[in-house]
């Protein structure tokens, strides 16, 4: 009877956040073309830009303000996927009447706080709801953003290239859909879920802990887990340099190479879908078999690879299409240790905390990086940039290579002294 409850717990879990990523694609792939789209259609300045490049990863320092209700609280998990969902979907709903492009921005980066806040909840319910299941669930998660973006990105980049008015109300229907997707959250079992939402509640009277709080928790985490603290470097590399380089790409795409929406999305989705879907189950397979250092060397160095193919694209278009292959082989890897490190370094502990500091982190680079990188594209160009990225990428790549060694003769002498 026990062993039954787990599969349907399990099956309905999965099932519901397979629904959630199915619906909520479409309009994650017009968000994720926002920046070409308005550069082309409503010419944005160059503050604009970097705005929107540094919303997404910089909407991670407001994140952990939403989810730190989860933190060693089980009944909050629920009510938090489901007020994150429907709400990072609702400013799209009002694009056909609004005419304003920092509207456009501000909703965006609503958009990415929200979805972000949602990671440490989804790893809590893998972990208590599909303890066998996790890593796999993941790479489904993956594979559906990279399969949808594929079909959807070539189909919105015919429509918008040869209707290009029409953006606007594809915000609006996609929105819709993503939004109606936070019925399939429902039927999660949660204990209490009812009370659970009665109880949420605003308070004015300690604003300034409940500020500092996550900050606080992850800075002790840090200080007590020395090896988390070594990865969070690593990744301000690798991570670091595929964000400084965003800034150049709508010059590099639309006034560089010339490219039309359905020849960015052909290699911005459909061939990113390509390189996630033949890493994903390896990936999967290698971050079982070997040390999470050992594969964050891997990853951040298939990062290094992909300014290389992309500016050798000015030659032809073919190696445009290569150097997104290899982004999404990058990419697959980076999303499952991004992931499923907090996990690992957890171990039997709540990794909520640690999820957390995986988004802030991301925010503090994202705050800072793709305004140096145009900065720098005033200077030294689209190539200079690329090429500054692809350093900082090796840089992370060597700086796991040290760590594994590190670990590999901590774990000799260890055995030796035993």
């Not at 099932?15 to 070409?36: A, D, E, H, Q």
């Not at 007020?83 to 609503?110: D, K, T």
């Not at 690879?305 to 697959?332: C, D, K, N, R, T």
């Amino acid at each position: 009877m026990i062993e039954n409850c787990r599969k349907e717990i399990s099956r309905v879990t999965q099932w519901s956040f397979i629904c959630t990523r199915l619906m909520g694609t479409p309009c994650w792939c017009l968000l994720n073309m926002l920046v070409f789209i308005l550069y082309k259609n409503i010419h944005l300045t160059p503050l604009q830009i970097i705005v929107i490049v540094a919303l997404k990863p910089a909407a991670s320092l407001l994140s952990p303000y939403w989810c730190q209700s989860i933190y060693q609280r089980p009944h909050n998990i629920v009510p938090n996927l489901i007020g994150a969902n429907f709400l990072r979907h609702l400013p799209f709903l009002f694009v056909p009447w609004i005419n304003s492009a920092w509207y456009m921005i501000i909703a965006f980066g609503m958009n990415m706080v929200l979805a972000r806040a949602t990671i440490p909840a989804w790893m809590e319910l893998f972990k208590s709801n599909l303890p066998d299941k996790k890593e796999q669930t993941v790479g489904y998660g993956t594979m559906i953003d990279y399969i949808g973006n594929a079909v959807f990105s070539v189909a919105i980049g015919y429509l918008l290239d040869y209707y290009p008015h029409i953006w606007k109300w594809l915000f609006f229907f996609t929105a819709a859909l993503g939004a109606l997707s936070t019925c399939t959250l429902l039927s999660i079992p949660t204990p209490d879920l009812l009370s659970s939402l009665n109880k949420i509640s605003l308070s004015f009277s300690n604003i300034r802990e409940k500020t500092m709080r996550p900050w606080k928790q992850v800075w002790q985490l840090l200080l007590e887990d020395k090896k988390f603290a070594l990865f969070q470097v690593g990744f301000m590399f690798g991570g670091g340099g595929l964000m400084v380089m965003q800034p150049a790409l709508p010059q590099l795409f639309i006034d560089n190479l010339h490219l039309s929406f359905v020849e960015m999305g052909l290699a911005i989705a459909f061939c990113k879908a390509i390189g996630v879907l033949f890493s994903s189950s390896l990936w999967a397979n290698y971050f079982r078999r070997v040390h999470i250092f050992q594969f964050c060397t891997l990853v951040t160095f298939f990062a290094a690879l992909f300014p290389f193919f992309l500016l050798a694209s000015s030659f032809h278009i073919f190696l445009l299409y290569i150097a997104y292959i290899f982004y999404g082989i990058m990419q697959a890897g980076s999303e499952l240790n991004w992931h499923m490190s907090g996990l690992v370094f957890a171990k039997e502990k709540d990794s909520s905390i640690y999820s957390i500091t995986n988004i802030l982190t991301v925010g503090i680079r994202g705050s800072i990086l793709p305004l140096l990188g145009g900065i720098l594209l005033e200077s030294i160009y689209p190539l200079g940039v690329m090429l500054f990225g692809a350093l900082l990428c090796l840089l992370g790549s060597f700086h796991f290579i040290l760590l594994f060694r590190e670990e590999n003769k901590r774990i000799f002498n260890t055995k030796n002294i035993n």
